[in-house]
């Protein structure tokens, strides 16, 4: 059964961080591309940063460049997302997703992350 169960979400003042985990079981994880996305409320769900299969190769959005880190943990089939400096404009819920070759596709529940004094 696969699933992907995502952690670390939370309530965060401007400025803070946080750090959000991405358990994936039952599928070959270290096969897939890894992507996070996010969801504001009354908002198309948006890429916030993406690596590859081996974790040579990372992408982000422009809005979360040089604050935000994703990086896994192949061994724990594990992905993170370090996320510094956060804004208001941030508060979403986040969302793992696990592609292979565009044909496999799974995504997880989310994890909500509120930025607010």
């Known amino acids: 059964q696969v699933q992907l169960v995502e952690s670390g979400g939370g309530l965060v003042q401007p400025g803070g961080s946080l750090r959000l985990s991405c358990a994936a079981s039952?599928?070959?994880?270290?096969?897939?591309?890894m992507t996070w996305y996010r969801q504001a409320p009354g908002k198309e769900r948006e890429l916030v940063a993406t690596?590859?299969?081996?974790?040579?190769?990372?992408g982000y959005a422009n809005s979360v460049k040089g604050r935000f880190t994703i990086s896994r943990h192949n061994a724990n089939n594990t992905v993170f997302l370090q996320m510094n400096s956060l804004k208001p404009e941030d508060t979403a819920e986040y969302y793992c997703?696990?592609?292979?070759?565009?044909?496999?596709?799974?995504w997880g529940k989310g994890t909500l992350v509120t930025v607010s004094s």
């Open positions: 039952g599928f070959t994880f270290s096969s897939f591309a």
């Open positions: 997703n696990a592609r292979f070759l565009h044909v496999l596709v799974y």
């Open positions: 690596i590859s299969s081996a974790g040579g190769n990372t």
